[in-house]
T-cell receptor, first 117, second 112 residues
Framework: AQTVTQSQPEMSVQEAETVTLSCTYD???????LFWYKQPPSRQMILVIR??????QNATENRFSVNFQKAAKSFSLKISDSQLGDAAMYFC??????????????FGKGTLLTVNP | DGGITQSPKYLFRKEGQNVTLSCEQN?????MYWYRQDPGQGLRLIYY???????QKGDIAEGYSVSREKKESFPLTVTSAQKNPTAFYLC???????????FGQGTRLTVV
């Protein structure tokens, strides 16, 4: 079974600075998807960014980018120019690209990000 | 607007009573999921369904039941057999075999 590990329960960053959240995963599969979700105090889960394992290029979405290291099974999220609205719980998630029961999302335990003004 | 609607947002029940959480989506997604969120535990999968009239147990299905009679609806029943039902419950849906899941706003269940 796949597992996702987020080793940083809490992180903090100064407004306008850059922060990197870590995520590692364990899988024997070669094709899969990785995601970062954000959960603000409203508790609505919002997709931040996704990465397909077969793509070598790291995904970017505005101020959010990932560092995907397939061999190391690492998937970190970098937030540039941090804003107060970025304060939230961030979850890393894995999803198999194969069918059947593997379509479920497996989540890490989350990293709580605080942004200081 | 397309989306996933969970109701109610807050739910209180007495111990020993069954309770049903509603989840409706108008995104025309085939797959639907129920997750439970506890502090420090992340999200854990309770049940999922990839097609109408079919569903599978997730990692923590004991004490829960679901049905999928319509594509749009995937209600979750928390039974009296669930030892610690107080939690935040999230419903999600996705296009199978597409990738990302979209979430509802959640239901906070408190059992007293």
């Amino acid at each position: 079974a796949q597992t996702v590990t987020q080793s940083q329960p809490e992180m903090s960053v100064q407004e306008a600075e850059t922060v990197t959240l870590s995520c590692t995963y364990d899988t024997s599969e070669s094709d899969y998807y990785l995601f970062w979700y954000k959960q603000p105090p409203s508790r609505q889960m919002i997709l931040v960014i996704r990465q397909e394992a077969y793509k070598q290029q790291n995904a970017t979405e505005n101020r959010f980018s990932v560092n995907f290291q397939k061999a190391a099974k690492s998937f970190s999220l970098k937030i540039s120019d941090s804003q107060l609205g970025d304060a939230a719980m961030y979850f890393c998630a894995y999803r198999s690209a194969y069918g059947g029961s593997n379509y479920k999302l497996t989540f890490g335990k989350g990293t709580l990000l605080t942004v200081n003004p | 607007d397309g989306g996933i609607t969970q109701s109610p947002k807050y739910l209180f029940r007495k111990e020993g009573q069954n309770v049903t959480l509603s989840c409706e989506q108008n995104l025309n997604h085939d797959a639907m999921y129920w997750y439970r969120q506890d502090p420090g535990q992340g999200l854990r999968l309770i049940y999922y369904s990839q097609i109408v009239n079919d569903f599978q147990k997730g990692d923590i299905a004991e004490g829960y039941s679901v049905s999928r009679e319509k594509k749009e609806s995937f209600p979750l029943t928390v039974t009296s057999a669930q030892k610690n039902p107080t939690a935040f419950y999230l419903c999600a849906s996705s296009i199978v075999p597409n990738t990302e899941a979209f979430f509802g706003q959640g239901t906070r269940l408190t059992v007293v």
